[in-house]
């Protein structure tokens, strides 16, 4: 099943426990515009290229659309549609006032130069700057991109518009980002971990951990489990995948990713199949990098009791009705990674206020507002009998819907 039928069958599930009627099911499912645009540069050796680049703006009923954009060769109209509708849930999950919107490039950055990777996205920014807006839709990092690209985006859009740091969030502390965005939606998640284990009378040093992705989102999680005592005993990337069963030293590989680029011939432990990482013995899953990667292909074989969707959407209806079989507790996406948006929203307030907050405040307001986000998924669970999923989607669907009824959009 593709990433929007997933995501819409979700949404559905959540509507029905509701009762949401199919006036305000409709107006809620439908997105509020996609864009589509070429993107054509001059590679460095002279010749032309084109890419197409998305931006799903999909509902701002609760505020400006927020939301990632990723730079991903498998990037498709349809997984950003579900990514970004992702985004609306998971912003009202945390209560922060924004809507939900997302974008990609069907790219592998890995394949352009520095040089290419500012062209392409300064293109991008000129094609799509008349529809963005600091009130508008605000784009953040997402897979493929990261502090530098929002820089660009900044710069760009600020021709057009004037000096406009408000215009994407995950920039650099230098150009107005805040302090902690890097770590935030790792830090995020390790909040979201601790408030679930803390439910079942578990900590983080008592566990082990296998952790697919070692990016933004997967390092930042690995280095502060690490940090906590937790035992990190697999860890996975595109360039390959590490087992120790006594606990990776993460610093050691952290510094080697950095050294090297890749994980492979990592000396602290013993080379592994990437694909078994996910079935791999241990206590805690934490997917941290691609969609749709626990399936029906894999889900029975998974080992682990609790699963942290710090990735979105990496587990897809038929895993999940496997593993929720199987007693496997997941904490979902729309609240395990809220943490990342969350700190984005920080920015965007410092930003309009011209106030800088210091680190030590952005993280006691985001442990905060994950702590508050995981108690109402709770409630949620326990007002209509459902699991985690469900909380968390019923808690995100109907703050947006009294929002859209309240603003008189639902005819
Ligand atoms: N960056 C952010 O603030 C947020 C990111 N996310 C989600 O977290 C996930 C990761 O995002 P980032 O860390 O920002 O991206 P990133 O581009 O920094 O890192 C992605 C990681 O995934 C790895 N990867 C790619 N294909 C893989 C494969 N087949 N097997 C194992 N590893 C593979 C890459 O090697 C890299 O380590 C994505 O699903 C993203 O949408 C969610 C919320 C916020
Ligand atoms: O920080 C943001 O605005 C969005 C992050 C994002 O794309 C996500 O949570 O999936």
Not at 183 to 195: I, K, L, Q, S, W
Not at 309 to 319: G, L, V
Not at 346 to 353: A, D, L
Not at 378 to 383: G, Q
Request: proline share 4%.
């Amino acid at each position: 099943m593709n990433a929007l039928a997933a995501t819409n069958r979700n949404f559905r599930h959540a509507s029905r426990l509701l009762g949401l009627d199919s006036k305000i099911e409709k107006s809620l499912l439908i997105p509020f515009r996609e864009i589509k645009v070429e993107c054509t540069i001059p590679k460095d050796d002279g010749s032309l290229v084109s890419y197409v680049g998305f931006r799903v703006q999909h509902d701002n009923a609760r505020g400006p659309m927020k939301g990632g954009i990723r730079y991903h060769p498998e990037v498709d109209p349809d997984e950003v549609n579900a990514l970004a509708q992702l985004m609306t849930w998971k912003t009202a999950v945390v209560d922060i006032p924004y809507g939900g919107a997302k974008g990609g490039i069907g790219c592998n950055p890995k394949d352009l130069s520095k040089s290419e990777l500012e062209r392409l996205t300064r293109v991008f920014t000129q094609k799509i700057h008349d529809l963005i807006g600091i009130h508008t839709d605000v784009p953040a990092p997402d897979m493929g991109t990261n502090a530098q690209t929002m820089a660009w985006i900044l710069d760009e859009y600020s021709k057009f518009h004037g000096h406009s740091p408000a215009i994407v969030t995950g920039k650099p502390i230098d150009l107005g980002g805040s302090l902690g965005r890097e770590a935030a939606t790792g830090r995020g998640v390790v909040y979201a971990t601790e408030a679930l284990l803390a439910e079942h009378g578990k900590s983080i040093k008592d566990l082990t951990f296998a952790i697919q992705g070692f990016g933004n989102v997967g390092s930042w999680v690995a280095r502060l489990i690490h940090e906590k005592g937790g035992k990190v005993i697999a860890v996975s990337d595109i360039t390959g995948a590490v087992k120790n069963p006594s606990g990776i030293d993460i610093k050691e590989l952290l510094k080697y990713k950095e050294r090297t680029g890749s994980l492979k011939d990592f000396n602290g432990g013993d080379a592994m199949d990437a694909h078994e990482l996910l079935v791999h013995e241990c206590d805690v899953l934490i997917p941290c990098a691609l969609g749709g990667v626990l399936n029906r292909e894999n889900a029975a074989e998974v080992k682990a009791k609790y699963i942290i969707e710090a990735a979105n959407h990496p587990t897809d209806p038929d895993a999940d009705e496997i593993l929720c079989k199987k007693g496997v507790l997941i904490l979902p996406d729309i609240y395990a990674n809220a943490g990342g948006v969350t700190v984005s929203y920080f920015e965007w307030v410092q930003n309009i206020q011209g106030f800088m907050w210091d680190e030590e405040k952005v993280n006691r307001e985001l442990k905060r507002y994950m702590t508050r986000g995981f108690q109402n998924v709770k409630n949620m669970c326990k007002s209509h009998d459902c699991n985690l999923r469900m909380g968390a989607f019923t808690l995100g669907v109907n703050r947006v819907a009294r929002s859209t009824v309240l603003r008189g959009w639902e005819a």
